[in-house]
């Protein structure tokens, strides 16, 4: 059972630039969580979703971010315009249920 | 405002000691409580949890212990190793909602 797939590992992207980034959850695991990791600090909270359902997008910035998880295929988020403060390491994590988490290796995004 | 709070971002021990880390929450509706551990450009991989019906939970070197009137857990290892070192980060969840990170206790074990 392979563990949850983030892909790109790493992805630079210009200012004004679109990033997509792609989580596979674990086989079987139905909730998805996002993070990020800002230099220096901790894990943050952005959104929960489950299968085409958000469920809790508490921790996302109002303007540019965006999350989806659709039926068939891994959960992406979304990130438009990037500015240099969006730079960070975005991890994503998959849970068959409340309340452990498996997380990927993340993805670390680079605006340049 | 942040629930979880790790006041200590480092933690140097000798190898053979024990590492005791620390972690204090701010919401009494947290009702269990996670260790996570992680290697520089990994992700974080679950250590140990225990739910707030319990104060100790233990596995093996590792040991969590939650003191509920004082919202303050703590994670003891005994005997560290080198391979321990890695950043530590405690999380608390309430009634099936997300997970609220602290920001983390670099650990260092050295020889």
């Known amino acids: 059972n392979a563990g949850v797939m983030q892909n790109p590992r790493h992805l630079v992207r210009r200012r004004g630039q679109e990033a997509r980034l792609r989580c596979s959850p674990m086989?079987?695991?139905?909730?998805v969580y996002w993070y990020r990791q800002l230099p220096e600090e901790g894990l943050k909270f952005m959104v929960y979703?489950?299968?085409?359902?958000?469920?809790?997008e508490s921790g996302m910035p109002k303007e540019r971010f965006s999350a989806e998880f659709p039926k068939e295929g891994p959960s992406i988020l979304r990130i438009q315009q990037v500015v240099r403060g969006d730079s960070a390491a975005y991890f994503c994590?998959?849970?068959?249920?409340?309340?452990?988490?498996?997380f990927g290796q993340g993805t670390r995004l680079t605006v340049v | 405002d942040q629930q979880v709070k790790q006041n200590s971002p480092s933690l140097s021990v000798q190898e053979g000691r024990i590492s005791i880390l620390n972690c204090d929450y701010t919401?009494?509706?947290?009702?269990?409580f996670l260790w996570y551990k992680k290697y520089p450009a990994e992700g974080p991989t679950f250590l140990i949890s225990?739910?707030?019906?319990?104060d100790k939970n233990e596995d093996g070197r590792f040991t969590v212990f939650l003191n509920k009137s004082a919202k303050h857990l703590s994670l003891h290892i005994v005997p560290s190793q080198p391979g321990d070192s890695a950043v530590y980060f405690c999380?608390?969840?309430?009634?099936?909602?997300?997970?609220?990170f602290g920001t983390g206790t670099r650990l260092q074990v050295f020889p």
């Open positions: 919401n009494s509706m947290f009702d269990y």
């Open positions: 086989k079987g695991h139905s909730h």
């Open positions: 979703l489950q299968k085409e359902n958000i469920i809790d």
């Open positions: 999380a608390a969840s309430k009634n099936t909602d997300k997970l609220i």
């Open positions: 225990i739910s707030s019906i319990k």
């Open positions: 994590a998959s849970s068959p249920d409340w309340p452990e988490a498996f």
